[in-house]
């Protein structure tokens, strides 16, 4: 994927590079004015829009008038030239997003999983990306990349997912080759919290710091992280496990071994089993509510769950040094367990942490997956492949 048809020189990919920097974040710019950014010859300037122009990813905006001197034409990002597809598969709910190159979005849905498992999930994830694509008129040629963010760890070498109890349908599968059959593109697969991560770094509670985690508590529990600008992955992509940090229960129990010791105690499961109630339809929003109104039982049990989770703050803390860590997921960025979360850590250190709940909430997710399809694309698109740095992300409306 590139917009080569053979290569040229490395001076002109980077030539192309630093005008697509430009339009991308500052928008519509005139040819003088690209060169004048970019320290480039007006010629050359000319023959890196020509290039582009003739490739379909750049446009003419218009005419700009100024004060001196002849008008001048003015270019941007062709936005109808392709998209990429962002999705969150969770356990329970599929959030996708098309978003055109320049990072606008043209359709956004959130839709329950709805009992699918296996391929048939996969098949009502491309069920709804087909009706999005309708509703928004893009044809699926248009669709160059998508980005997929699901709880668990992919294997790099059989494309399977492990650790992700919660997503034990799809585990046997090839879940890379099986999305690209279905979807008729390339895809990228990424850890849901590691996309959280990356989201809340681009639109959210994130911008502008180098060294960030993300905390997600909710069904599951997980930890995503930036260190100096980059995701910190691991050896084999399973940085951030934190469910099985060995506190907070048994850490020798067999479900401890399944799901966790530090899940079983503040994940979803563990906090409804906490309070105790015996209605099977209840769930850890439940026990959150009834606790924000004063009821004794929840209120012990959410309170609990926010001094292990303080402890868990405490630990990312230690280990990473973070400027921040923001709280997400249906559990963690709840203001009452924001709240207790804090009043829990002066027990527990003399540190002083920010901790913050996300900005983005349910979409921080999404929002990563997009970011993820977006800088694929443009480095592919216009990034010389042997430049060491990538391309920034557009700063388009969330």
């Not at 446009?59 to 001196?68: A, E, N």
């Not at 928004?136 to 399977?160: C, F, H, W």
């Not at 639109?203 to 980059?230: E, H, P, Q, R, W």
């Not at 042997?386 to 992300?393: A, F, H, V």
Request: hydrophobic share 45%; net charge negative.
């Amino acid at each position: 994927m590139n917009i080569w048809t053979s290569t040229p020189p490395m001076l002109r990919q980077i030539s192309v590079r630093a005008a697509m920097e430009i339009l991308l974040h500052e928008g519509p710019t005139s040819r003088a004015d690209l060169a004048k950014k970019t320290g480039l010859s007006k010629q050359t300037m000319s023959e890196v829009i020509r290039t582009l122009e003739e490739s379909g990813w750049v446009r003419v905006k218009g005419v700009v008038s100024g004060k001196v001197g002849r008008s001048a034409v003015s270019y941007e990002v062709a936005p109808d030239a392709g998209c990429v597809i962002g999705i969150d598969l969770g356990a329970t709910t599929i959030r996708a997003a098309i978003v055109d190159i320049a990072g606008g979005i043209s359709e956004e849905i959130e839709a329950p999983v709805e009992g699918h498992t296996g391929k048939k999930l996969l098949d009502h994830v491309n069920n709804l990306i087909e009706q999005s694509l309708t509703k928004a008129k893009i044809p699926r040629s248009k669709v160059l990349l998508a980005a997929v963010a699901t709880p668990g760890v992919v294997d790099p070498e059989t494309g399977m997912l492990s650790l992700a109890p919660n997503m034990s349908d799809v585990a046997s599968m090839d879940m890379r080759r099986t999305l690209q059959d279905v979807l008729g593109c390339d895809v990228i697969i990424e850890n849901d919290v590691n996309a959280a991560v990356i989201g809340e770094s681009w639109k959210g509670n994130g911008i502008g710091l180098d060294c960030v985690a993300f905390i997600s508590l909710g069904t599951g529990i997980g930890l995503g992280t930036l260190v100096n600008g980059k995701l910190m992955r691991g050896a084999k992509g399973a940085a951030g496990e934190i469910s099985y940090l060995p506190f907070g229960s048994d850490p020798y129990a067999a479900e401890s071994l399944e799901r966790g010791a530090l899940e079983c105690a503040i994940g979803a499961r563990g906090i409804v089993n906490r309070y105790g109630s015996g209605d099977g339809g209840l769930t850890a929003r439940d026990v959150l509510e009834k606790a924000e109104g004063g009821e004794a039982g929840a209120l012990a049990t959410i309170k609990e769950t926010a001094r292990l989770a303080a402890l868990l703050v405490v630990s990312v803390d230690a280990m990473l040094d973070p400027q921040k860590i923001i709280l997400g997921g249906n559990v963690g960025r709840h203001p009452l367990m924001e709240r207790l979360i804090q009043q829990a850590l002066p027990a527990c250190t003399k540190r002083t942490i920010s901790v913050e709940a996300s900005t983005l909430g349910s979409r921080a997710t999404l929002m990563g997956a997009v970011a993820i399809a977006l800088n694929q694309l443009h480095n592919a698109l216009f990034s010389p492949q042997d430049l060491p740095t990538e391309m920034r992300l557009p700063t388009a409306t969330a």
